[in-house]
């Protein structure tokens, strides 16, 4: 077997523009039937083999096929690059089709040819029982390669009922060659197809992600995350990929309330705490919408914290801080203040106001 095969592939809407649409449409690149219609046909541009006699073997389509839908194909090859019926088309519906091409080819998405001549015409008929419509990617018409024929003697060569037989064969060694040759391509993450993306995901034990961009991006460099994420950096990096917001985290050590330069050791213990294997990530209002939203990111970051430490979360509320100099909205000056003291018994709201009848 050869190590390549030459096909010719229709793929962008470029070369579709070129055939005839009835009730069907070219929308990104991708064939399907318009919003309104259950049946279409697409007739694409003829093909030029070069080659008078040229024998057409197979065609490859990639397409989407919901179980109430279907794709048919037809075919017609000739020496002549004329061809007035397929101008003359006007419907594009299944009596025109036969009557012009002739009985279908195949149905599905892997079909034999078995056409001769130097140009090649193909019809796609898509039909949908429901909303769920066919859409075609690409199609692939072999060009060239070898055949399991080739290697016989020449006296099974010209026999057709040989040739159909070991083109099942054929057919998949080429597929198991077009994916050994493809291999390489599918273990880089750059270019692995979703499917792929996410196997290869699953080798190097990653969460799933909603966005596969997102995950094609994290592969190359997850290796390293690993190796730093039990670092302060790495539980930062954990909770903004899992919220999308960067967190704020403190660790017990930077407000020791025990410490000699410590301003206010009664206020930390009552916000920190004196636990040394407690740190506490802070995140800002509005991160989670729900509270079981929450609860799962929790669950999330306890494996993802270094062994015999524990988390607290502190969900940051927006708040007006006032100082010696203050601007309201006004002109205004804070002269002076009068000390409160606040713990968990006391609720502020945001329309409260601190202050003396003295202040101006």
């Not at 070991?166 to 493809?182: G, R, V």
Request: hydrophobic share 35%; charged share 25%; proline share 6%.
């Amino acid at each position: 077997m050869s190590d390549t095969q030459n096909d010719w592939t229709f793929c962008c809407a470029e070369q579709w523009m070129g055939g005839r649409f009835f009730r069907t449409e070219c929308r990104d690149d991708i064939l399907c039937l318009k919003a309104d219609a259950f049946a279409g046909t697409v007739c694409l541009p003829p093909l030029d083999s070069g080659e008078s006699a040229f024998h057409w073997t197979r065609l490859r389509l990639k397409a989407d096929i919901p179980r109430d839908a279907g794709l048919r194909v037809y075919a017609r090859a000739s020496d002549l690059g004329d061809w007035p019926d397929w101008a003359a088309m006007s419907g594009g519906g299944t009596d025109e089709l036969r009557r012009v091409f002739g009985e279908s080819v195949g149905r599905g998405t892997d079909i034999l040819l078995s056409r001769t001549g130097q140009y090649l015409w193909l019809a796609l008929e898509l039909t949908a029982g429901g909303d769920d419509k066919p859409r075609v990617e690409a199609v692939s018409v072999r060009m060239s390669g070898d055949h399991m024929t080739d290697y016989l003697p020449a006296i099974y060569q010209e026999q057709d009922f040989t040739w159909r037989f070991l083109s099942i064969f054929n057919s998949i060694f080429q597929d198991m060659e077009a994916a050994i040759e493809d291999l390489p391509r599918q273990l880089d993450p750059s270019g692995a197809s979703p499917d792929m993306l996410e196997y290869l995901a699953q080798w190097l034990c990653m969460d799933p992600e909603a966005d596969p961009e997102a995950l094609r991006h994290r592969i190359p460099g997850i290796l390293n995350e690993y190796e730093t994420m039990y670092t302060v950096e790495g539980v930062r990096r954990s909770a903004r990929h899992l919220t999308g917001k960067t967190p704020l985290l403190i660790e017990h050590f930077r407000v020791n309330p025990n410490a000699p330069d410590c301003r206010n050791p009664e206020l930390y213990r009552k916000l920190y705490g004196e636990d040394p294997y407690r740190f506490f990530l802070l995140l800002p209002q509005g991160t989670f919408s729900r509270r079981r939203d929450m609860e799962h990111f929790l669950e999330r970051m306890r494996d993802r914290i270094p062994a015999e430490s524990s988390m607290e979360l502190v969900i940051l509320r927006p708040c007006v801080q006032l100082d010696w100099h203050t601007y309201l909205g006004v002109n205004s000056q804070i002269g002076d203040y009068i000390p409160a003291s606040i713990d968990e018994s006391m609720t502020l709201h945001y329309d409260t106001t601190i202050g003396g009848v003295d202040h101006g």
